[in-house]
């Protein structure tokens, strides 16, 4: 009866601590599963702007849900002491992903450059990175978790790819060594 108890308890609090938007037994398809798609009344409170501005930069970012419904990741990189990028990121409990092996995005960018970026663990000090080039109309991108490289503080280490056995954490960053305006709209992300 206590374990019967303890189990109800545990399966509460997971579900309760859990992210309104994200659903990980909810499948798209049979082959899909869903990390975050955003709709005009979605809550995006799990989505988190972070600038350089954490190590004295002075670049500028906000991220909304536009009137198409989309999310909206907008600024102005700086790289004005020292700085250099602008990062938006959502993070989740932590997931088993070895059943896939690609992300596919839903975006739409401005000609720039930008990087994927993921986290096996949200504790984890690096991410995995891969580069996504944006054409200004609304692409659909499939990244090999195998070619997603670790990285911290824009150093690649030496260390495997991502491995895509677990995941907490999605993130988008723009950081090509130039100051410049930037807008990148996500519609949806998921893993294959």
């Known amino acids: 009866k206590s374990k019967n108890m ?6 509460f609090f997971a579900f309760m601590s859990s992210p309104p938007d994200f659903n990980p037994s909810k499948l798209v398809s049979d082959s899909e599963l869903l990390i975050f ?3 005009p009344d979605g809550d995006h409170s799990n989505w988190l702007v972070v600038n ?3 190590m004295g930069g002075r670049s500028s970012a906000s991220f909304h849900i536009n009137e198409a419904g989309n999310g909206e990741f907008d600024g102005k990189v700086s790289l004005e002491n020292n700085g250099g990028f602008s990062s938006v990121r959502y993070t989740f409990l932590t997931e088993p992903v ?3 092996s690609h992300f596919v995005l839903r975006v739409k960018g ?3 450059r930008y990087q994927f970026r993921t986290k096996a663990d949200a504790s984890d000090y690096h991410s995995y990175k891969y580069y996504i080039e944006t054409t200004g109309d609304w692409q659909t991108i499939r990244i090999p978790f195998s070619e997603m490289s670790p990285t911290f503080r824009g150093r690649k280490l030496d260390m495997p790819n ?4 677990h995941m907490s954490e999605v993130a988008f960053l723009i950081a090509n060594y130039k100051a410049e305006d930037f807008t990148l709209l996500i519609d949806k992300i998921h893993v294959e």
Do not use: E
């Not at 303890?6 to 399966?11: C, K, N």
């Open 162 to 165: 991502y491995p895509g056995v």
């Open 6 to 11: 303890r189990f109800l308890f545990i399966l």
């Open 52 to 54: 350089d501005v954490v």
């Open 110 to 112: 401005d000609g720039k």
């Open 37 to 39: 798609k955003f709709k």
């Open 98 to 100: 070895d059943d896939y």
